[in-house]
């Protein structure tokens, strides 16, 4: 089984604050993906990536950065913070190619104040 | 806008009876995902279907990608079936790997 961790798994910050949300992949997939999770809405797609050093912007990116500085992390960062922030995050990898699946972690809840 | 559309968005079974839960795409999907997430959020993988049908246990799933939909067959269902279910799409002309979920059905069993 694909292992994807992510850290913290829950986090409290403040309006205007940074926050940066951490995934790690142990499976060698060269794909990594940030989603939310709003009720209601699923899960919606915020960055992705194609490997080390790419990000790209999914369907919701504004109010975001990525980084993906190498094959095992890809990280998410809320440089201003707002309330509108506060959700599930989960982080998924996968190939894409020969081994399509999307494998997630187990999620951070963010509350922002 | 949403292309997919999943249904019903809430079930209640009693333990031992079966049911079926059902994805429709809006466009040309290439594959389908399904997931469990269960009380603590996590979300587990249950199926990947490119075309056909696949099953495991008591769950069984199908992927028709000419007639736009994905159904998710659970028999003699147990109260650890509990939980939220979600489809995921790979839709044709989305950059490679992404998935759209739908909105998800929230299943109880009742003893």
């Known amino acids: 089984e694909a292992a994807v961790t992510q850290s913290p798994r829950n986090k409290v910050a403040v309006t205007g604050g940074k926050v940066t949300l951490s995934c790690n992949q142990t499976n060698n997939h060269n794909n990594m993906y940030w989603y939310r999770q709003d009720t209601g809405h699923g899960l919606r797609l915020i960055h992705y990536s194609y490997g080390a050093g790419s990000t790209e912007k999914g369907d919701i990116p504004d109010g975001y950065k990525a980084s993906r500085p190498s094959q095992e992390n890809f990280s998410l960062i809320l440089e201003l913070a707002t309330p509108s922030q506060t959700s599930v995050y989960f982080c998924a990898s996968g190939d894409g190619g020969g081994r399509p699946e999307q494998y997630f972690g187990p999620g951070t809840r963010l509350t922002v104040l | 806008g949403d292309q997919v559309e999943q249904s019903p968005s809430a079930l209640s079974l009693h333990e031992g009876t079966s049911s079926a839960l059902r994805c429709n795409f809006t466009?040309?999907?290439?594959?389908v995902q399904w997931f469990r997430q269960n009380s603590r959020g996590s979300l587990i993988n249950l199926f990947y279907l490119a075309s056909g049908t696949k099953e495991n246990g008591r769950l069984k799933s199908a992927f028709d990608s000419k007639e736009l939909y994905s159904t998710l067959h659970i028999r003699d269902a147990q109260l650890e079936d509990s939980g939220t279910y979600f489809c995921?799409?790979?839709?044709?002309?989305?950059?490679?790997?992404?998935?759209?979920f739908g909105a998800g059905t929230q299943l109880i069993v009742i003893p």
């Open positions: 466009t040309t999907t290439r594959s």
């Open positions: 995921a799409a790979r839709v044709s002309g989305s950059a490679l790997g992404r998935l759209h």
